[in-house]
Nanobody, 115 residues
Framework: QVQLVESGGGSVQAGGSLRLSCAAS??????????MSWYRRAPGKQRDLVAS???????YYADSVKGRFTISRDSGKNTVYLQMNSLKPEDTAVYCC???????WGQGTQVTVSS
């Protein structure tokens, strides 16, 4: 059974950077052929879409992260990344990757940004 596994979360100070990775395990799943998204859920808040990348390479970013976050895909490594720069305390959340269809979700990785 295919699973999405995130990694790369951690604790950083405001202004710092982190790169999150999302890889597939347990079976064949092509990141290149699927539209992939990163979501986040902060404590006490709803889950929000952060960024998406289509199979054709088109990208979408939430207004709150435009210019700071970059979503990308390495087809050779079958991995989707979220590069997060200029992090702010309000970026603190659990970040999950998922297929845009919502059929596959990862468990999430915690990102904590301190002021």
């Amino acid at each position: 059974q295919v699973q999405l596994v995130e990694s790369g979360g951690g604790s950083v100070q405001a202004g710092g950077s982190l790169r999150l990775s999302c890889a597939a395990s347990g079976g064949f799943f092509s990141m290149r052929l699927n539209d992939m998204s990163w979501y986040r859920r902060a404590p006490g808040k709803q889950r929000d879409l952060v960024a998406s990348i289509s199979s054709g390479g088109g990208t979408y970013y939430a207004d709150s992260v435009k210019g700071r976050f970059t979503i990308s895909r390495d087809s050779g490594k079958n991995t989707v990344y979220l590069q997060m720069n200029s992090l702010k305390p309000e970026d603190t959340a659990v970040y999950c990757c998922a297929t845009q269809t919502g059929l596959l979700w990862g468990q999430g990785t915690q990102v904590t940004v301190s002021s």
